[in-house]
């Protein structure tokens, strides 16, 4: 699995503060963490800065690769946001996190995917908004893919996110998000899952129990990467547990250094 | 336990069809529309709405809670309409321009129905113009814009200029919400109430139309 560590985002609560303020070694030790906790890529985002949203993404990626050689997943909408950033990047390939087929965010990316020579997320939607049957998203995933390595990005570059809505608001946007991950990863082995994961459980109690269940179900349909909370135990143990359970560890010994370093908890 | 009661309880159970039932029958037994609609469906909404703001149910109660409030109201609405019973006030809702997340305007839309206002409801992708165009169209009390994204929360600012450009800035109250939307940002693009939760924002709405 590819891990892209979620918690370094403008929009959560316990983060927001230090972000504000400059706050170099809160922000550097959040980043060490996730990563020593099994982190792949490290996710930035700033969009809650408004005013100044290229700047504040270009301090984080300066402030998080002082700290940490790990490739960096710029999270932004903004062509303006994600160039700052990928100038000032000097970790390892990064990701953009994303683009879409919507034709005002989709034309100004494009270049920075192949300029930068990023690896690049892509969201199932377009002009026509976020689709909600499974033919839909696949039809969407595949156009872009297709656009995407015509412009010359290699198809493990690409991350396709199947658009996770929340359970508590449609019956059908778990099976719907599963069953989109598993056409994609048939038709296009080699294109990676980007997932939003935590999005299933918006709304409902106990979200980390939807989470984990959630989390073990996309796998099984072949989602080999999420945006995640590294640092959640229960759900680094599910995801160690479920990788074995799917043939991805030999011998378990992945799961077995796991426990023998005392991480895995149910 | 009386008709209205049992009404209230079934719709915060969810129970659609019990609520149907009931309704129906508190027509026919002489019931005014005015009465079943405020002390039966409102005031079981009313109470969802409290406790989804203390986090004692969640959002697929309040959903369904919704549809068996919209089973009963359809029923409603023609005696409401032939009565000369008009709601509170009006709300134009939307999710502003370059924005397709429906979720919360939902529920705004559902607690705002739940106090007895009526709401229209722009969907998804709504232009400046088209909230301020349609409040004129509609005398509405109320512009309220749903954002979630932080590239599209800049467009309420646009609502507000269209406001002042088409002179009904001071006519109007406008209503500001969404995950990256905060009281700083309603003051500074000059809008009028932020609420952080969209049984808050019913309820600024209710005190808007009252004091009008």
Request: aromatic share 6%; hydrophobic share 40%; charged share 25%.
């Amino acid at each position: 699995m590819i891990i892209i560590g979620e918690k370094l985002n403008s929009t959560l609560k316990s983060v927001r503060p230090a972000m504000e303020n400059y706050d170099a070694a809160f922000v550097q030790e959040l980043a060490k963490k996730q990563y020593e906790a099994g982190a792949n890529y490290i996710d930035l985002n700033a969009g809650m800065f408004y005013k100044d949203e290229p700047e504040r993404l270009e301090w984080l990626v300066k402030t998080v690769q002082e700290a940490v050689d790990i490739p960096l997943s710029i999270d932004s909408p903004s062509p303006k946001a994600l160039e700052k950033a990928l100038r000032a990047n000097t970790n390892s390939k990064p990701i953009i996190n994303s683009i879409t087929d919507e034709k005002e965010r989709y034309n100004p990316i494009l270049p920075l995917v192949t300029e930068f020579k990023t690896g690049v997320i892509a969201l199932c939607m377009d002009d026509e908004g976020m689709p909600e049957t499974v033919e839909d998203r696949f039809k969407i995933g595949a156009r872009l893919i297709e656009k995407l390595t015509k412009a010359g990005v290699q198809p493990e570059d690409i991350y396709i996110d199947p658009m996770v809505r929340p359970i508590g608001t449609g019956s059908h946007y778990g099976i719907v998000a599963i069953e989109t991950i598993r056409k994609v990863k048939t038709e296009y082995p080699e294109v990676h899952i980007a997932c939003g994961l935590s999005n299933i459980s918006f709304g409902i109690p106990v979200r980390k129990l939807m989470n984990q269940t959630f989390l073990v179900s996309a796998m099984t349909a072949g989602m080999d990467g999420a945006i995640l909370d590294p640092l959640d135990k229960k759900l680094m143990s599910f995801l160690y547990a479920t990788e074995a359970l799917l043939g991805y560890d030999d011998f378990c010994m992945n799961y077995m250094t796991k426990f023998r370093e005392g991480s895995l908890e149910v | 336990m009386n008709i209205l009661d049992e009404i209230s309880q079934f719709l915060q159970q969810g129970r659609a069809k019990n609520v149907k039932e009931l309704v129906q029958k508190a027509i026919e037994e002489g019931m005014d529309a005015k009465t079943i609609l405020e002390e039966g469906l409102l005031a079981g909404m009313s109470i969802i709405g409290e406790k989804f703001k203390n986090n004692e149910v969640y959002v697929p109660d309040v959903l369904i809670a919704a549809r068996a409030m919209n089973s009963g109201s359809e029923l409603l609405k023609p005696l409401l309409i032939s009565s000369g019973v008009t709601a509170k006030g009006k709300v134009v809702l939307g999710t502003v321009k370059g924005d397709l997340h429906d979720i919360g305007k939902n529920l705004v839309r559902m607690m705002m129905e739940g106090k007895g206002l009526e709401v229209i409801d722009l969907g998804i992708d709504v232009s400046a113009d088209k909230f301020i165009n349609t409040a004129i169209e509609t005398k509405a009390d109320i512009v309220a814009c749903s954002a979630l994204l932080t590239t599209t929360m800049g467009e309420m600012k646009n609502v507000v200029e269209a406001a002042k450009k088409a002179g009904i800035r001071e006519n109007i109250t406008i209503m500001v919400g969404g995950a990256p939307v905060s009281e700083n940002f309603c003051k500074d693009i000059e809008a009028d109430i932020y609420t952080q939760d969209a049984a808050s924002a019913a309820d600024e709405a209710v005190k808007v139309c009252i004091n009008k």
